[in-house]
């Protein structure tokens, strides 16, 4: 049985625009060139000397980047810079590039704001610091050689130290941009400070020792005296023991420096097993606010995101479901603040202002981010790499409009990142790991905008071609129910017409028996019922249904006809309410022919009292007719009537499953024998049934 509600469920997938939807859906996913707005392919891989370190920049601001590159021999370091092959200059310097990290080994920045950049490198010379500065890449000599920033501190029996680059700025406000960058350490207490390198002035400020490792630096004017301040991103190493500095690394710090790199307010403090603080300001105007996040990988430790004042006061704005190492921040469509968090082999997990969960991007292990404005249309690339997978994964602001590109096996370690420019062509992402290399091409899909004209006409097509199969189909079904309807008609009527002999030729025996009893009166009254009954058969022949009042007026007539034959032998009754609908249409007969049995098989013989009650019943959809008789019972009745070939109740019961089956509507019927008290058969009763589907059996 077919229940509502999977009728209901069987009508939506059989929807042509379901249907279409399905396999449209399925190639639009399997074309995703198309689907994605901007695209990462991979242009070329390569190897590269040990100790080589590659890099790209546009100096000279023509729109094409020079390629930097620095490198150890045993007999000396250098730098090289070169542009389509074309070597410019090499410049030897002191010391080494023996940094921990090798992220940032040379700056580029135009201090003198003479529109050319300047290149700082830094080495290391035993346990000195170095910084180097090329002025112009076609100028053979040095403009700062060997100045000493800082002396590092022997870690595990070696220095230690890594650059961490901020980019300059102008912190005196002379015009000219200083040199601002960061010096971490690992197992060294030190240095682990900011600097501020005064090209025109060949000075140095630093600020007081720091304490948590140095992840990155955050520049931002929270006290709106028109100079941004610099906020380390830390995490507690905890390396250092804390006896011996006051900020040390078994901590994490809140810290803020002014433009002098003097704290703007005492540093808070934050433990924690690797705690990590985590600056979260946003660049969008007038849409920031100072956060930071503070987290600790202790069991069952969530992070907390705070905000802070210049003063140094700070309140708790949401608890985040995270466990993370890193965390950024970006923005969305509407230009809102969305807060980035980094967890271990769960990726990366976002966040709104007030901690409320957005969505997660799922990664294994433990990836990096790098933001930097790839195609310079003023907007930062979110750049993720993750060696666990061999994959890179750029994103535009709020991490959307995804582009991946798998590197495999080769893409391992520490991560040297460039972006290569050239005029009129796509911007070529350049990372080295070790000694491999990769040129990734980062652009727009220029066929991004037919997925627009594309996908819709792929619904469309597909709507079409399930909208013509489902035609073709119904063309058939129609059809073969159109046959099985002409099938059904010629039957019912088939049946019509041998229903209407059988009716007739009981009926004449009837007439015929008063003409034998010479009874002229009844047998003119008796002719007169018999042609008005014959003409009703005519009326309707070829009509497999009539209405419940015509069938039942047909019924009275022919008992009318029955009474003037048997006389006192034979009453009948009809009982039909009035709230009964008696338009319903009732196959020919079905009442009839129950009755003409009733009398010819279980009243005609008893000597007199034969009782023939029709009652009709009904509620809801549901019509009931039941044909009641106090006979002498079917089982006697076969033995008196051993001629009767039953062909009646054959074509009845071929009448009800036709009807079934042409028809909505539901026949039944069913014969049940009558007792007495004794046991004795005592007459016979029929139920005719109809369920009707739309039609209603009461009036109100």
């Excluded at 991103?233 to 710090?253: F, Q």
């Excluded at 709104?352 to 292990?365: A, D, H, P, S, T």
Aim: charged share 25%.
């Amino acid at each position: 049985m077919v229940t509502p509600a999977r009728k209901r469920t069987l009508t939506l997938l059989t929807n042509p625009f379901i249907l279409a939807a399905i396999p449209t859906i399925a190639l639009v996913f399997s074309i995703p060139v198309i689907n994605k707005p901007y695209l990462l392919n991979l242009v070329r891989s390569a190897r590269v000397m040990e100790n080589h370190y590659l890099s790209y920049h546009d100096l000279d601001g023509d729109g094409n980047s020079e390629k930097i590159e620095c490198f150890d021999y045993p007999n000396g370091s250098g730098i090289t810079v070169s542009e389509n092959g074309r070597i410019f200059n090499q410049w030897n310097i002191e010391g080494t590039f023996g940094f921990s990290g090798k992220t940032t080994l040379n700056i580029p920045a135009d201090c003198n704001g003479d529109g050319l950049k300047e290149l700082y490198l830094f080495s290391i010379k035993g346990d000195s610091i170095l910084l180097h500065s090329v002025p112009d890449p076609s100028d053979p000599a040095l403009g700062v050689s060997n100045r000493l920033i800082d002396v590092a501190g022997r870690g595990r029996n070696v220095p230690d130290p890594r650059i961490v680059e901020t980019g300059p700025q102008d912190l005196d406000g002379d015009g000219m941009d200083e040199l601002i960058f960061g010096i971490t350490s690992g197992f060294s207490k030190y240095p682990r400070k900011i600097y501020a390198y005064y090209p025109a002035k060949d000075s140095l400020v630093s600020s007081p020792q720091l304490g948590g490792f140095i992840l990155g630096i955050i520049r931002k004017d929270i006290n709106n005296d028109g100079f941004s301040e610099m906020i380390p991103l830390n995490y507690a190493s905890g390396n250092i023991d804390p006896s011996e500095m006051k900020y040390h690394d078994n901590s994490a710090w809140l810290t803020v420096l002014d433009r002098n790199l003097k704290f703007l307010f005492e540093p808070k403090e934050y433990t924690g097993n690797l705690a990590l603080v985590a600056p979260m300001i946003s660049d969008s105007p007038g849409n920031w606010s100072p956060d930071f996040l503070v987290s600790a990988l202790e069991k069952d430790s969530l992070a907390s995101l705070l905000s802070f004042n210049n003063s140094g006061e700070t309140s708790n704005r949401a608890v985040i479901g995270a466990i993370p190492y890193s965390g950024f921040i970006t923005a969305n469509r509407n230009k809102e603040p969305v807060y980035a968090v980094l967890e271990r082999d769960r990726g990366i997990v976002l966040f709104n202002r007030e901690g409320k969960y957005l969505k997660e991007i799922g990664m294994e292990g433990s990836p990096t981010v790098i933001q930097k404005d790839i195609d310079l249309d003023g907007s930062q690339e979110i750049i993720v790499t993750s060696y666990e997978t061999g994959k890179v994964y750029v994103y535009r602001a709020g991490l959307r409009q995804l582009a991946v590109v798998d590197l495999g096996r080769d893409f391992r370690g520490e991560i040297l990142f460039s972006v290569r420019r050239a005029r009129n062509e796509a911007p070529l992402i350049y990372l080295q790991t070790g000694t491999s290399q990769f040129w990734i091409e980062y652009r727009r899909n220029q066929l991004a905008f037919l997925s627009f004209v594309l996908h819709p006409l792929i619904y469309a097509a597909f709507i079409a071609f399930v909208l013509l199969i489902q035609s073709a189909q119904k063309r058939v079904l129609t059809r073969r129910e159109e046959e099985r309807r002409k099938i059904s008609e010629l039957q019912l009527s088939l049946i019509g017409n041998q229903l209407d002999p059988h009716f007739t030729l009981n009926v004449l025996n009837s007439v015929l028996h008063l003409v034998e009893q010479s009874d002229r009166e009844k047998l003119r009254s008796s002719l007169q019922s018999f042609s008005g009954l014959y003409r009703d058969m005519l009326l309707s022949a070829g009509k497999p249904r009539r209405t419940l009042e015509e069938e039942i007026g047909f019924c009275r007539e022919y008992l009318a006809l029955e009474k003037m034959r048997f006389g006192e032998r034979l009453d009948y009754s009809v009982l039909l309410p009035p709230e009964i609908n008696t338009e319903l249409p009732v196959p020919r007969f079905v009442i009839q022919l129950f009755a003409e049995n009733a009398v010819k098989h279980g009243i005609a013989t008893r000597e007199s009292g034969g009782v023939l009650e029709i009652v009709v019943s009904g509620a809801d959809k549901v019509l009931t007719i039941e044909i009641k008789d106090n006979g002498i019972g079917r089982e006697r009745a076969g033995e008196e009537h051993s001629g009767s070939t039953g062909r009646g109740m054959k074509l009845m019961t071929e009448l009800f499953e036709l009807c079934n089956r042409y028809y909505d509507d539901t026949y039944s019927y069913s014969v049940a024998d009558l007792c007495g008290e004794g046991g004795e058969p005592s007459g016979t009763m029929v139920t005719v049934t109809i369920n009707y589907r739309y039609e209603l059996v009461t009036i109100s």
